[in-house]
């Protein structure tokens, strides 16, 4: 266990459902960060926040998606109009310095 | 960031030294080597990184070579727990940004 937790951890939703995760991070920790990843790929980061700023966000981050960190603690990620091409796993890491991330469990998403 | 290349899978006997290649031929003086390593099911794990020096903590040793093209994770005494896919990651170090940019690593298995 690292500090930082996801909930849910899996989540099954029909195709254009709209889902939201959450993320908390080690408390201590500034710098949050959100990826995907695939069956088979190694994570694909999504976005970046330092404190309550989203300094960074991939391409990879549709219109669809939405990440938020309201008070420099917390983040959610939220996906509008699921597509069957999200389901994934969503990793959230957390850090007080850019060299070491510390991931959570993930949320499995399926879109059926 | 440079690009790395690993092998898609090893093998290595329970109690026996892994080591684990990674060419980065393409890496600037300014970016640093870092290993993290995934076991199944579960969020990626730092494990060590260094800029030209060999590094040596707790879980691991990293070798790089003179030239810096390439580099080694060594696993000292390999147990059935680091089962896991192992990423060689190239990026500048301390800088804001900070996002991981992961390939598709090496597979280690640990027989017994």
């Known amino acids: 266990d690292t500090g930082v937790s996801q909930d849910p951890r899996h989540k099954i939703t029909k195709r254009g459902q709209n889902v939201t995760f959450r993320c908390d991070p080690i408390s201590e920790h500034n710098r949050l960060y959100w990826y995907r990843q695939t069956l088979g790929q190694g994570p694909e980061f999504l976005t970046y926040f330092q404190n309550e700023a989203q300094l960074e966000k991939s391409r990879l981050l549709s219109d669809r998606f939405s990440a938020e960190r309201p008070k420099g603690s917390f983040s959610t990620l939220e996906i509008q109009r699921t597509e069957q091409g999200d389901s994934a796993m969503y990793l959230c890491a957390s850090s007080s310095s850019p060299d070491t991330q510390y991931f959570g469990p993930g949320t499995r998403l399926t879109v059926l | 960031d440079a690009k790395t290349t690993q092998p898609p899978s090893m093998d290595c006997a329970e109690g026996r030294a892994a080591n684990l290649p990674c060419n980065h031929s393409t890496i600037s003086g300014n970016e640093y080597v870092y290993w993290y390593r995934q076991i199944h099911s579960q969020g990626p794990q730092y494990i060590i990184h260094?800029?030209?020096n060999n590094e040596t903590n707790e879980m691991a040793s990293l070798i790089i070579t003179e030239d810096r093209k390439s580099s080694t994770l060594i696993l000292p005494h390999a147990t059935l727990r680091d089962t896991a896919v192992y990423y060689c990651?190239?990026?500048?170090?301390?800088?804001?940004?900070?996002?991981?940019?992961f390939g598709e690593g090496t597979q280690l298995t640990v027989n017994p």
């Open positions: 990651i190239v990026r500048v170090g301390g800088t804001s940004g900070s996002r991981l940019t």
């Open positions: 260094g800029l030209k």
